[in-house]
């Protein structure tokens, strides 16, 4: 249940924050529209978190390269 924890409440952040920033567009309250997008930039950068740790390879499994990009034989 955890390692869905960081996705929900990202996606969570996203989404009440752009209803807070619609709301205050509507409304004419730009602090609210600041609150709003604040909130969902929180959101948005959680979830790229997330994502960009899933996607990146653990270190042991890189390979190093030589100058024209074949494995090495170094260790």
Sequence with gaps: MTLLL???????LFL?????AAH?????????VFLGLLVAVI???LLAAKIMRR?????GTLTRRDSAGRP????
């Design 24 to 32: 205050g567009g509507a409304a004419g309250r730009s602090w609210e």
């Design 6 to 12: 960081k996705k929900i409440g990202g996606l969570g």
């Design 72 to 75: 090495s034989a170094q260790g």
């Design 43 to 45: 959101g948005a950068a």
């Design 16 to 20: 009440l924050g752009g209803l807070t």
């Design 55 to 59: 996607n990146s390879a653990p270190l």
